[in-house]
Structure formats: structure tokens, C-alpha cells
């Protein structure tokens, strides 16, 4: 199993970035997908997951700003982030929800003042 983010990249305080990631599971469409990130010191936490079915969730401090979308036909799951803020800042990887396989490398997303 492959996972390929994509996306990351230097942005303003404000700006927007979508983060892309290719997963290649077969059984893509059964699981339910998100996207996690972790900055410098601090342990890898979940932003956002969407159900197999498609629902989302967000952490509390993402809510109104990122949005997770899937297309299972391209095993793909996004990440749209708007109103981004410094503490946004962080490597994002994409994994299952429920029992994450081998983590990628991750897109870095910096965020500067």
C-alpha cells in the first residue's frame, strides 16, 4: 500500500492550499479515509475523516475552514484548507481512519505571518 500527498507548500497567513492524496488500496472504497498532520515536537493528531459513505468530521479547530472530499473511482481523498494560520503549519500525511497502514511522506505545509 502506497499513500502520495501532495499539495504542500508555503503559503500567507489567510491563503489556501488543497492537499491531494493517491492511495493505492484496492479495497479503497471500504474505508473510511483522513488526513492527520504533525508539527515540529508535537505527535501526529487527525484533522479530518470521511466516511466510506462520504460524511466528514472535523477537529474542533478546522471546522469552517478545511474540507475533505474523496473520489473513490480515483482512490483519492482531498484536503481543501482556506484561512490558513500559522498553526497550521505542519507535515500532512493521508491514511485510513480506522487502522492506519504505512505512513507516506507526507506534503509539508508552512504557514508564515
Known amino acids: 500500500v502506497q499513500l502520495q500527498a501532495s499539495g504542500g507548500g508555503l503559503v500567507q497567513a489567510g491563503g489556501s492550499l488543497r492537499l491531494s492524496c493517491v492511495a493505492s488500496?484496492?479495497?479503497?472504497?471500504?474505508?473510511?479515509m483522513a488526513w492527520y498532520r504533525q508539527a515540529p515536537g508535537k505527535e501526529r493528531e487527525v484533522v479530518a475523516s470521511?466516511?466510506?459513505?462520504?460524511?466528514?468530521s472535523y477537529v474542533d479547530f478546522v471546522k469552517g475552514r478545511f474540507t475533505i472530499t474523496r473520489d473513490d473511482d480515483k482512490k483519492t481523498v482531498s484536503l481543501q484548507m482556506t484561512n490558513l494560520n500559522v498553526n497550521d503549519t505542519a507535515v500532512y500525511y493521508c491514511?485510513?481512519?480506522?487502522?492506519?497502514?504505512?505512513w507516506g511522506q507526507g506534503t509539508q505545509v508552512t504557514v508564515s505571518r
Open positions: 491514511n485510513k481512519y480506522i487502522g492506519p497502514v504505512v
Open positions: 488500496m484496492t479495497t479503497f472504497r471500504i474505508h473510511a
Open positions: 470521511i466516511t466510506s459513505t462520504g460524511s466528514p
